[in-house]
Nanobody, 124 residues
Framework: QVRLVESGGGLVQAGGSLRLSCAASGRTFSNYDMGWFRQVPGKEREFVAG????????NYADSVKGRFTISRDNAKNTVDLQMNSLKPEDTGVYYC?????????????????WGQGTQVTVSS
């Protein structure tokens, strides 16, 4: 099991930026594809961005392409999500997730380990 701890959430005005970070511990971080998801009350957890084990491959939800950037540092066991040009519809709890052979899959069930989540609120 990989233990994941997110940080960096908060309240920001529309058009602003936030950077989320996820620190991993436990199993070998570089063995896992990593992803970021978000969830609002009453809705299913939604894929935001993913990266492969080496960080060489990245994919994004259409709603965040061009605004969000996922990156990982296998030496530091971290994966970050840089969020720019934030919109009120980006509001939600953001979760970091790890999975084996999860890259390219956008269903939350593809990922086996999850952080506790961090709240992002974008005001209009």
């Amino acid at each position: 099991q990989v233990r994941l701890v997110e940080s960096g959430g908060g309240l920001v005005q529309a058009g602003g930026s936030l950077r989320l970070s996820c620190a991993a511990s436990g199993r070998t971080f570089s063995n896992y594809d990593m992803g970021w998801f978000r969830q609002v009350p009453g809705k299913e957890r939604e894929f935001v961005a993913g990266t492969s084990r080496t960080g060489g491959l990245k994919n994004y939800a259409d709603s965040v392409k061009g605004r969000f950037t996922i990156s990982r540092d296998n030496a530091k066991n971290t994966v970050d999500l840089q969020m720019n040009s934030l919109k009120p519809e980006d509001t939600g709890v953001y979760y970091c997730a790890a999975g084996v052979s999860a890259y390219g899959r956008t269903r939350y069930s593809a990922y086996s380990d999850w952080g506790q989540g961090t709240q992002v609120t974008v005001s209009s």
